[in-house]
């Protein structure tokens, strides 16, 4: 801070800390001067041209639909609450679609680098068939090729009790009775002593080096002990099967076409992006490092697990962070083949609505903000979690 | 360094003073730039559709048209924007537009809310349902458990609501972000039911693989007055958009059309008629127009029967009856105040 460089002169704006401090403020006090008159210019043209600010509109009640909605809505309630389902809808699809994404990303990567000819030919003319269409162009396809291809409801596919038309694909819903209670103290049961068994196993294996497939066995044990209890319990579930009616089919579950497109669209397109990322981590891995498992006698996919993955995702973490935001992001593309997410609803039709332009674009952006810092905060810890550790 | 910075907060802070409340008439605007910019819909046949040269024609091209040769005497000054039925208000808050002449619904928020005024009504509409024919529906009290597909951002969203609402039907909503992709959406079998404003039935209709096979249903559920929009607070803008509106409706009850109008200025004996055209008085300069400028609208345009014909008429493929558009001396609600 204070290491004068002329030291006969002592004065205060001399010393390099303080002259930084000072611009610093200066700085900071022309960013809030711009960003107040930026502000009180918008309120006094708003008021001048006659039109209402603010969020009381949230209260309203809202008065149209909305397709896709995981938390009860109806037209009666709010734009507030209208908002939370537009919110919901965007986070699930981004979610659902990073997992996907990931998934295909991985799959693709690994094919693309495969010994095997046609494999790796093939993992190649989808990633760049793939990376070079738009994506909103992906996704009229998914939804309007695919839909014209379906047929009506009255003639739709049937598998035993699962229904597929052009209004999506209808299963069984789940109907839960008395008796439940008890199947969910088995599920918790079963996970506690999975905890358990790889806590053991683990200790067995730093203890006497014998290796146990700890993760294997917890899945045939939280499968086996709901199962159990299900039994015990006698089945307390009903299942609500879809049903053709005049128009539609009713009761069931049903997953629109709406989402299955966004979703299909999103995650083939990203997941072509992410497996060019995995190609590169794992090319960046030198190969001696499988010689040197190899010649240790570790099994083929141990040394991919143990060896090779661990240090191509130093490389991989960054990038695919990018990918994660860019798929959030693009999630607002849905607008356009109506699954109702937060741009469809908030600015689409709540900004027609009420006209709050500036309310309506500001929480929009103030929600994709924060879900992409939120995507990027938690990869950063990833990625921190992940990098080498040197000791 | 220091100077720069107050340098920099004081032209800001001269701006400051200068931009708020510094707007200026529409009317200079756009006289200074020579052209008047309108927001119109993207591609409704009969109502604003533009051919494969670009050239833009619909009734609510006219409404702009007209507007245009009050001002300069020249119908073809006038640029158009298209817009989304989403963006289509805040382009005019915004001033990217000068008048939003796109089949907009009057309704009271819009008026009071928006810091928007509407002008004269330029269409009666009504929101009207559109199924297939092999459906077997004849009305829209059938239609309990459709699916029903709409644009998104339009009035047509709450009406749909509340009449299934009222009527205690279900059904399911698929609102799609443009009326293209909504209707694309209805023709490949996504949903039983399209609906918007009647007329927009009829004119998306002559736009599906196979027009004759589908049906709009006898009930009007809504009331749609269709009018242009200005923004709120410049009155001689408002009255010249409304006018301009008004004097087509004039024209046609006079029997003043565009094939006529030369004629009739010249011989008329009547006073009404000479105001109107600018032979007698002051009407235009009231407005801060040109003399001619009633004469220019209907020379260049046509009077209000003549725009309906040509854009929307039975001889059209839009095919819309008359209806409650004709002129209240034959059955309609088309009623303009008197220019004098």
């Known amino acids: 801070m204070s290491d004068n460089t002329t030291p006969n002169n002592n004065s205060f704006l001399h010393d390099a800390g303080n002259r930084a401090m000072i611009f610093q403020v200066l700085l900071l006090a022309v960013v809030v001067f711009v960003g107040y008159y930026l502000f009180s210019n918008l309120q006094a043209n708003l008021d001048n041209r006659g039109i209402s600010t603010g969020f009381s509109f949230f209260n309203e009640p809202a008065g149209f639909p909305i397709l896709i909605h995981l938390i009860e809505y109806t037209e009666a309630n709010t734009y507030g609450r209208a908002f939370f389902v537009a919110l919901i809808n965007t986070i699930v699809i981004s979610l659902l679609g990073i997992v996907l994404a990931t998934i295909i990303g991985v799959i693709m990567g690994l094919a693309r680098l495969s010994k095997n000819w046609l494999v790796a030919r093939l993992a190649t003319i989808y990633i760049e068939v793939m990376r070079n269409i738009p994506l909103l162009l992906q996704m009229f396809f998914w939804y309007f090729a695919v839909l014209a291809a379906l047929p009506a409801p009255a003639q739709s596919y049937e598998f035993a009790d699962f229904l597929l038309n052009k209004r999506g694909i209808y299963s069984p819903n789940p109907m839960i009775q008395d008796g439940f209670g008890l199947v969910v103290f088995g599920f918790i049961l079963s996970i506690v002593a999975s905890i358990g068994l790889v806590i053991w196993a683990k200790k067995r294996q730093t203890k006497t080096g014998l290796w146990f497939p700890a993760y294997w066995s917890s899945l045939g044990l939280i499968i086996g002990i709901t199962f159990l209890f299900l039994a015990v319990a006698g089945f307390p579930i009903e299942f609500d099967l879809p049903q053709k009616s005049r128009f539609n089919v009713t009761g069931g579950m049903v997953l629109p076409p709406e989402f299955v497109a966004v979703l299909v669209a999103l995650s083939t397109y990203t997941g072509a992006f992410i497996a060019e990322i995995v190609r590169a981590g794992i090319l960046s891995v030198n190969w001696g490092q499988t010689e040197a498992a190899r010649s240790l006698g570790l099994r083929d996919n141990l040394t991919q697990r143990l060896i090779v993955l661990p240090q191509a995702l130093r490389v991989i973490i960054p990038p695919l962070t990018s990918q994660y935001l860019n798929l959030a992001k693009n999630s607002s593309l849905g607008a356009a083949i109506a699954y109702p997410e937060l741009v469809a609803v908030v600015m689409g039709t709540t900004l027609n609505q009420t006209g709050q332009a500036i309310e309506t674009i500001g929480l929009c952006m103030l929600v994709y903000g924060s879900l992409s810092l939120s995507i990027s905060i938690f990869m950063n810890w990833y990625n921190s979690k992940m990098s080498l550790i040197e000791r | ?340």
Not at chain 2, 42 to 62: L, M, Q
Not at chain 2, 302 to 310: C, Q, V
Request: contains cysteine; hydrophobic residues 40%; glycine residues 8%.
């Open chain 2, 1 to 340: 360094m220091k100077s720069n910075v107050s340098k920099l907060l004081s032209t800001a802070a001269i701006a400051a003073t200068f931009s708020v409340g510094a707007t200026a008439a529409t009317l200079d605007d756009v006289k200074a730039k020579g052209f008047v910019q309108c927001g119109v819909s993207s591609g409704v046949p009969g109502f604003s559709n533009a051919d494969d040269k670009g050239n833009w024609s619909g009734i609510d091209v006219d409404a702009c048209r007209a507007v245009a040769s009050a001002i300069f005497g020249d119908g073809q000054k006038a640029k158009f924007t298209p817009l989304s039925a989403k963006e289509r208000l805040t382009a005019l808050q915004s001033g990217e537009i000068d008048v939003l002449t796109r089949n907009t619904t009057w309704t009271y928020t819009r008026d009071a809310s928006l810091g928007l005024d509407f002008t004269a009504v330029n269409f009666y509409d009504g929101q009207g349902f559109m199924v297939r024919k092999d459906l077997g529906v004849t009305t829209a009290m059938d239609l309990d458990g459709a699916t029903v597909c709409t644009e998104q951002g339009t009035t047509t969203e709450l009406n749909m609501a509340d009449f299934f609402r009222k009527n205690k039907l279900s059904y399911v909503p698929v609102v799609v972000q443009k009326a293209d992709e909504a209707l694309a959406a209805y023709d490949s079998g996504r949903c039983d039911v399209y609906t918007t404003d009647k007329s927009g039935l009829a004119a998306h209709r002559t736009k599906l693989a196979d027009p004759k096979a589908h049906l709009i249903l006898p009930e009007t559920i809504s009331k749609e007055p269709l009018a242009p929009v200005v923004r709120h607070g410049d009155n001689q803008w408002k009255d010249i958009v409304t006018w301009a509106l008004h004097v087509q409706v004039n024209a046609e009850e006079m029997g003043i059309s565009s094939k006529n109008v030369a004629k009739i200025k010249s011989e008329t004996n009547d006073p009404s008629i000479k105001r109107m055209l600018g032979v007698e008085g002051d009407m235009g300069a009231q407005l801060g127009l040109p003399a001619s400028w009633a004469y220019d609208i209907i020379a260049n345009v046509g009077n209000y029967g003549e725009i309906f014909e040509r854009n929307v008429g039975p001889s059209t493929p839009v095919d819309i009856p008359r209806g409650l558009n004709a002129l209240w001396t034959e059955g309609g609600v088309m009623y303009a105040p008197p220019v004098r």
